[in-house]
């Protein structure tokens, strides 16, 4: 059966969402698009369609619930709540809990295919794999998707999935198995900050001013996402090819574990400290009453519609008014705290505060070390200042920004990001960067990613990239052993950068000595700066800034036709799938079977 | 008035009926008040009487269980509010009108029933609905009426409320909490 609809899905760090595309009605750049309403509880026993799914898992107590507090259309009787309830119940018993899975399931310092969550769960609790969790929403958005259209199962469907474009190989693959376990069949990968830029394409069809009016050759566009939990950056320039525009995905940006939520959460200690210093208390259960009414409190403030807003932060008990706390948000504090906390205007040579990456055991998110957002676009703009062959400053110039993801939309902190890009250009005496404005921030992703379904069995537009990161594996040199000392290791490059889908990479000439039967690992390096390096190229020094460690990778020689404990040379071969995944091989010198290598290897 | 009474044919129609069913005996005998309609004709069916029935009271409770929840707006209702100064009553108002406004506005789209302003004069032309609009004060003469718009009124476009599961028991409007240290 052929598929009858594109569609996107934004697999979210706090909420998911699905867009579809009708193929049927759809021709060229005139598109029946449409957003999926989710089903999901609400509420024990009361189901509603939300255009959201809020991206929490809950498990329950048995003695908990009852029995058809869970029920969905679909089934009477689900293992785990997921939705909108789920975050509900969270609030009030955080231990049974998972959210943030997806900052997990990119998180190398730990077993993601292990019951870690919630990480804080009582001892008798169920706990489940950021991979199950992931698997979990997508089984919800499939059941969803299917409730809705029984005629059309959602494997026979042209289906892409997004992930930050800052997932290193092991995150995305450990995606597609969340998506296999959850009945996908195959889907296909897509960064988010393209999918951003797709749906901005895609909504300027049939405009007056189409995307070929607004982008000219030569632009370079920077994109600036800003979800809940990540920030993530890309660069995609706007070249010529055929006589048409070509856009390229020429850099991303490392993975930065910072969002609006940190933005709320801070905003609600701050009120928090304000109210204690008056003699009050606060509990955990007000303080998360507190974030949401931040939350709301500096959508409004920055929106300019005030100077004060009041919050109330109710207490538990049926007594509404005498247990209630006053407090206020003023304009004030939301521009201390959120645009001079989170988008201080620095000059383009600020250096964010690092997390040391070795800190790989520690059972905790890796939350970025500096919560400000514009010091890591510096560093990132000035890390990329090479992307580009014609570029001669300091940092790369962007010409234009599109901004993505919920907190972008206060108007207040894209003025600031697109004031502070502007002062950094003109130090540099480089033109100012326009923005690309009218997309829906909340959606772009997951409609930009049906648009990317849709125009890959269409001949639709198409950004270029392949790899953003060339790979290297690390080798221990043969200099003679040093008591006491690490022996020093070479990073020998695998896959070049901007291998792209379809794509092999040369083998490299060096062999490594693999032991039939038994498992050996490797250290991972990547780097996003390193253009020109071939497979074969060895490293023997390189600055901090150049190359980061990934976990580890792991090659098991299986034993059939071999005799155990024999050694095997073996060269590393890297490609990329037709489905734009990273896979990293084993070839044996003397050609026949070739073996995977495992991208995320555990003690 | 001879066309307020059953005429004699009718009568006697009557007569057998109540004669042969008790049933409709019950009927005439429960309503002595009632003027019988008088058809002249022969007796033509009536429609049956509207009846007063219980509202069925499912959704009613799951809105107000939601407003609860989302507003704590029946913890509001409860409250002896003589306690409290305005202020204080204020500032829990305003977390109830925050958390039921957006409660309402997810599941109910209202729009005024009339679009011109408040304290406009309009005409209310003949064969306007009743229930859509209620005429007031000196209401005397014949349609068009003129008059001056009091209140738009609230009309519901949409309506969509949570599915419940069969087992799902409304009466509960929120649960006891019991937190466990």
């Known amino acids: ?603 | 008035m001879s066309a307020a009474h059953p005429s004699f044919f009718a009568r006697i129609g009557l007569a057998f009926r109540v004669l042969f069913s008790g049933e409709a005996a019950a009927r005439v005998v429960s309503r002595p008040a009632l003027p019988a309609p008088a058809p002249e004709r022969a007796p033509t069916p009536v429609p049956p009487p509207p009846v007063v029935e219980r509202a069925p009271s499912d959704a009613a409770l799951q809105l107000l269980a939601m407003f609860q929840r989302e507003g704590r707006f029946v913890d509001f209702l409860e409250e002896d509010v003589s306690a409290y100064s305005d202020g204080d009553i204020g500032a829990a108002a305003r977390k109830v009108h925050e958390g039921c406004r957006k409660a309402l506005r997810e599941h109910i789209e209202l729009e005024p029933v009339h679009t011109q302003e408040e304290g406009e004069s309009v005409t209310v032309e003949a064969g306007f609905d009743p229930s859509e609009i209620r005429l007031t004060g000196n209401v005397s003469g014949e349609a068009p009426f003129k008059g001056e718009l009091a209140h738009r009124g609230w009309k519901v476009v949409r309506c969509e409320l949570p599915k419940l599961s069969n087992d799902h028991d409304v009466h509960i409007l929120a649960p006891a909490e019991v937190e466990l240290a």
Request: charged content about 25%; glycine content about 10%.
């Open chain 1, 1 to 603: 059966m052929s598929a009858s609809y594109a569609i996107g899905i934004d697999l979210g760090t706090t909420h998911c969402a699905l867009a579809y595309i009708d193929l049927d009605l759809s021709e060229g750049e005139s598109l029946a698009h449409h957003t999926l309403d989710i089903p999901q509880v609400v509420s024990p026993g009361e189901v509603e369609d939300k255009s959201l799914l809020p991206s929490f898992v809950y498990l329950p107590h048995p003695d908990e619930l009852s029995a058809g507090a869970g029920a969905l259309p679909w089934n009477p009787t689900p293992a785990a709540i997921v939705g909108t309830l789920a975050r509900r119940l969270g609030g009030k018993t955080p231990g049974r809990c998972v959210s943030s899975a997806k900052s997990w399931l990119s998180h190398s310092g730990v077993d993601r295919t292990g019951a870690i969550l919630p990480v804080d769960a009582p001892d008798d609790t169920r706990r489940i794999s950021p991979v199950e969790a992931s698997t979990q929403y997508l089984k919800h958005l499939r059941e969803a998707w299917e409730h809705k259209h029984p005629d059309a199962p959602l494997a026979e469907q042209r289906v892409v999935l997004t992930v930050p474009a800052s997932f290193d190989p092991s995150a995305r693959e450990f995606t597609l198995e969340a998506a296999r376990a959850a009945g996908f069949g195959e889907p296909v990968l897509l960064e988010e900050p393209q999918a951003a830029l797709y749906a901005w394409i895609a909504n300027t069809f049939g405009s007056d001013e189409g995307w070929r009016d607004q982008l000219k050759l030569g632009d370079v566009l920077l994109v600036v996402d800003v979800g809940g939990g990540t920030v993530d950056f890309s660069v995609i320039s706007v070249g010529e090819k055929d006589g048409g525009l070509w856009l390229e995905r020429v850099a991303v940006g490392e993975h930065i574990l910072l969002g609006g939520d940190n933005m709320d959460l801070a905003l609600a200690h701050t009120v928090k400290a304000a109210l204690e210093a008056t003699g009050k208390t606060i509990d955990d259960w007000q303080l998360r009453g507190l974030v949401h009414g931040c939350r709301d409190a500096k959508e409004q403030l920055l929106a300019g519609e005030s100077t004060s807003v009041p919050l109330v932060v109710p207490s538990r008990g049926s007594k509404l008014i005498g247990g209630s706390l006053r407090a206020e948000l003023t304009l004030e504090q939301v521009t201390r705290v959120v645009l001079e906390g989170f988008f201080p205007k620095v000059p383009v040579d600020a250096a964010p505060a690092t997390t040391p990456r070795s800190a790989l055991t520690a059972l905790g998110l890796p939350y970025a070390r500096d919560a400000a957002v514009t010091r890591h676009l510096a560093a990132f703009l000035r890390r990329q200042s090479g992307a580009l062959e014609s570029e001669e400053g300091t940092f790369l110039w962007p010409t234009a920004v599109l901004f993505n993801g919920g907190v972008l939309k206060a108007k207040a902190i894209s003025e600031r990001l697109l004031d502070t890009i502007g002062a950094w250009l003109s130090a540099d005496g480089a033109p100012p960067a326009r923005v690309l404005g009218g997309a829906d921030l909340d959606r772009a992703v997951a409609r930009g990613a049906g648009y990317y379904a849709y125009a890959r069995m269409t001949d639709g537009v198409r950004i270029r990239g392949g790899l953003a990161h060339a790979y290297y594996v690390g080798v221990e040199s043969s200099a003679p052993a040093v008591p006491g000392l690490e022996p020093p290791i070479q990073a020998l490059c695998v896959a070049p950068f901007g291998l792209e889908e379809g794509d092999l990479a040369e083998l490299p000439p060096q062999e490594l000595g693999l032991v039939v039967g038994e498992p050996v690992r490797f250290r991972f390096f990547t780097s996003s700066v390193r253009r020109d390096d071939r497979p074969g190229q060895m490293l023997s020094r390189w600055s901090e800034d150049e190359l980061s460690e990934l976990g580890q990778i792991e090659a098991t020689l299986p034993t059939e036709g071999r005799a155990p404990s024999e050694v095997v040379p073996v060269r590393l071969r890297a490609r990329v799938t037709e489905l734009g995944v990273f896979r990293l091989e084993a070839v044996p010198r003397d050609g026949g079977h070739v073996w995977n290598v495992e991208l995320d290897a555990r003690q």
